[in-house]
């Protein structure tokens, strides 16, 4: 399966009421601004989206909400991972038949597998649907990666066409470039190694960042895309201070203190996330005032 989706793809903040209830409105407005600001898809139920503590109701509630508020004008990515595996069998065929264009499917957590088991699970997701699967490796979230070797493997099932790379492991990163063609590509799962990891052949970026300042990440894919490669270097530097301050304490708990902060509106998070420190706050603070 030849996949061309290239560029920046951010991991959409789940907007929530004071009550911690889901903001549909806002959802829909954060939408439209990266539809307006040249992003490649958006991410729903990503770690960004805080999918761990959005129940199943609510996950199939907001799927609906998206396909039909992206009405194709977006490519429409879902994350529909689990340490469970006939869970994510479950959850990706409805998020399928809900129209989803693509599925995220995170390694397994806590209940860590062998690299058998990381293959056979993958690949049962896969056998159980049609929609593309992008693989999704974070060590430092998960505990786990997978082995070179099974990236190798699994890049070649036909339904597996690529990887979100959150290893911030440059020498595992060229190792899987290998694998990558036109039916398995690899985006980078860190805003601050866009530009390294574009230069081994990653197609883009799936991005926290994005959420913020969705047009300055694809104006810098797109530069180094097209040869451009000091003035897509030079926009990630300008912006590193800033991609550092969202990562300060756990992600998003600084990215929606800072989208709160310029206006967007996008709520409290939900537990056991809390609010940013003062100290996060006063770093934002300074930052966003810089950029002023």
Known sequence: MKFTLKGSIPALVTPFHDDFSINFDKLGELIEFQIENGSAAI??????????????????????????KAAGRIHVMVGSGSNDTAKSIKISQEFEKLGADSLLLITPYYNRTNDSGMKKHFEAIADSVNTPIILYTVPVRTGCNIAPHVVEQLAQHPNIVGIKDATGDFSYSTKISRYLSDE????????????PLLSIGASGV??????????????????????????ALALQQENLDFINALFTETSPIPLRYAMNKAGFGVGPARLPLDELSDSGKAVIDTLLEAGE
Not at 184 to 195: E, R
Not at 206 to 231: C, L, T
């Open 184 to 195: 398995f590509v690899m985006y980078s799962g860190n805003d601050d190694t866009i530009i």
């Open 206 to 231: 799936i991005s926290v960042w994005a959420n913020f300042d969705p047009k300055a990440i694809s104006q810098m894919v797109e530069a180094y895309a097209e040869g451009r490669h000091k003035e």
């Open 43 to 68: 991410l729903i139920l990503g770690t960004t989206g805080e999918a761990p503590t959005i129940d199943y109701d609510e996950q199939i509630e907001i799927v609906k909400y998206t396909v039909a």
